[in-house]
């Protein structure tokens, strides 16, 4: 078992990144994420395991870097915060059209524009619908504890370089700087030129040889019938991780009526206001993504045959409840209830909505 | 037992340290924490607060707008988050720069002349500690033995030498703390 520590959510990001045989993150700084790149930048890890970190000239610099470390088959990450994310999306589309594997950590923040620093769940579209252009996803995993910031860094990087596919942590500043327990991994070394070779030899630029093509890492193709091949591929692909890599986790759903679906921070308020609704006899669970894309529509389908009603909540106007009605598809009521803007909702008003939900049927 | 605490005062009074020794101490005695601070522009002489839980069970939402006790150490906190105490709570001040006294009659309230006392013993950074001090005798959520701990685990190397000092104050604080009377 590994070390015990109480960490920051996002210095629990940074060490799992040094632990986990990271190669290089390349990131610019804002709040409420700049701890990652100072936690990096105080430990040093280029002089101890070799990785690289780099404070770039902007976001876009940053996103770009990413596209060329990870051309590379190396293990590279960057980290933002909304309007920052917001500047890597292009770059995130060519990841994504390239099929490189790399890990983005979005700590959101209220928006729209330069919005606040407060936490914020306002980038569940930006995340899951795609964001930048074109057909494409990334993985999408919502930690709601220091423990998952740390897990979910390894995970990503295992299931970014399973698919060839950008992973992203979609976290908020609830997360990002709180401090919990943390069991830290035990350090795994980077990759060496031979396992880089082993593991992504068919397509990465590692240097060619004579006895093979070169290896082309683009997201351009002029001819659109290849064009539309190119998407087929990547659409059987997404299909493929709908089915193998959906994670949910259920809170008192066994015999519930009523059903919570949050991620992320908002799982965490409303896990308390499970315990509340109960305490007053009202039967409440709770399902929480922990991926949000690939989404549990199946499991959610399924409580739709057991529960009354469904209650979206997310720290945003209203986003991932589209999700949630897709999967109800008409079954149940489905509604939302959210504070925005940088505003973290209560665990009390989060059950007075429910109270009102159940009441209206709406 | 969950004791759901909110420390709330000017920035650069050690507000966020404390919480964070108090978080430490949890963890070593086996306890779940959570340490969530506010995080606006804050800075030197601005408003700073941080919400600290401590649990046996595993903690739900580490954010609440309620609290069991309510450690407050400028005006604007006590306008704040006085009414925040949960009934039968606890609210412990500084009535240094208090210019309004609590005046709610149904939760526990505790006075603890901090400012004075750290002044007194001549190192004004030993304040935090010395309300902690009164914190824990109302309320002995952690042992003594693991603040020490946790100070241990929580300061660098460098600063060990300073401990002796902080268990002097949490003591002194222990001593000093008294009833608040309307």
């Known amino acids: 078992m590994g070390e015990l520590k109480l960490m920051k959510g996002n210095e629990a990001i ?3 990144a040094m632990r986990c045989g990271c190669d290089g993150y390349f990131g610019y700084p804002i709040t409420p994420q700049s701890e990652i790149m100072e936690t990096l930048m105080l430990a040093k890890p280029w002089e101890t395991t070799g990785m690289v970190v780099l404070q770039a000239e902007s976001e876009v610099a940053s996103i770009n870097m990413l596209y060329g470390g990870a051309s590379c088959g190396k293990k590279v990450m960057t980290s933002s915060s909304s309007p920052g994310i917001s500047l890597m999306l292009e770059g995130i589309s060519y990841l994504a059209g390239a099929e490189l594997p790399c890990l983005i950590v979005n700590v959101v923040r209220g928006g729209p524009g330069l919005g606040t620093i407060q936490p914020s769940q306002a980038d569940y579209f930006q995340t899951t619908k795609g964001g930048g252009h074109g057909d494409y996803q990334v993985i999408a995993l919502a930690p709601a504890s220091v423990q998952e910031m740390n897990d979910f ?5 295992d299931l970014a370089f399973k698919y060839r596919i950008p992973s992203l942590i979609l976290t908020d500043g609830v997360i990002g700087q ?3 327990k943390v069991i830290v991994a035990e350090s795994k070394p980077r990759w060496t030129d031979a396992e880089i070779k082993k593991i992504s030899g068919t397509w990465a630029t590692t240097g060619k040889t004579k006895d093979r093509e070169r290896h082309v ?3 351009l193709n002029l001819e659109s019938e290849k064009q539309e091949i190119h998407n087929h591929h990547l659409q059987a692909k997404y299909r493929e991780i709908e089915v193998n890599e959906v994670r949910f986790e259920e809170f008192q759903t066994k015999d519930a009526e009523y059903l919570y679906v949050a991620y992320g921070s908002s799982a965490r308020i409303c896990q308390k206001s499970v315990q509340l609704a109960r305490a007053k006899g009202i039967k409440v669970g709770l399902l929480r993504p922990i991926t949000v894309w690939p989404y549990p529509t199946v499991r959610l389908s399924e409580l739709a045959n057991q529960v009354k009603g469904m209650l979206a909540v997310e720290m945003s106007a209203g986003q991932m409840v589209y999700d949630v009605r897709l999967a109800a598809n008409g079954k149940i009521p489905v509604s939302h209830f959210g504070r925005y803007g940088g505003v973290i909702p209560s665990p009390d008003e989060v059950l007075v909505a ?3 939900f159940i009441k209206e049927g709406k | 037992m969950t004791e759901e605490i909110i420390i709330a005062g000017f920035g650069g009074q050690g507000v966020l340290s404390m919480g964070k020794i108090l978080a430490y101490s949890g963890v070593m005695q086996n306890q779940e924490v959570t340490w969530m601070p506010s995080y606006g522009p804050e800075m030197r002489g601005g408003t700073a607060n941080v919400t600290v839980i401590v649990s046996d069970e595993r903690i739900s939402s580490p954010i ?3 609290y069991d006790t309510a450690i407050i150490l400028n005006q604007q906190s006590m306008d704040k988050f ?3 105490v949960k009934t039968g709570g606890i609210l412990l001040f500084d009535p240094n720069g208090i210019t309004h006294p609590p005046k709610r009659t149904d939760i526990k309230i505790f006075a603890i002349d901090g400012v004075e006392e750290a002044t007194r013993m001549g190192n004004p950074k030993t304040f935090n500690m010395i309300v902690l001090g009164a914190y824990l005798k109302i309320k002995p959520v952690v042992k003594t033995e693991n ?6 685990k929580s300061l660098p190397e460098r600063h060990h030498k300073l401990i002796p000092m902080n268990i002097d104050a949490i003591k002194l604080g222990m001593e000093k703390v008294k009833e608040f009377s309307l």
Not at chain 1, 153 to 157: D, E, S, T, Y
Not at chain 2, 147 to 152: A, D, F, P, T
Request: hydrophobic share 40%.
């Open chain 1, 153 to 157: 860094v390894g995970l990503g990087f």
């Open chain 1, 178 to 180: 709180m401090m919990e």
């Open chain 1, 354 to 356: 429910m109270e009102k």
């Open chain 2, 82 to 84: 006085e009414k925040t």
């Open chain 1, 14 to 16: 940074a060490e799992a």
């Open chain 2, 147 to 152: 603040v020490e701990k946790g100070l241990r």
């Open chain 2, 64 to 66: 609440v707008h309620q």
């Open chain 1, 217 to 219: 890492i683009t997201s």
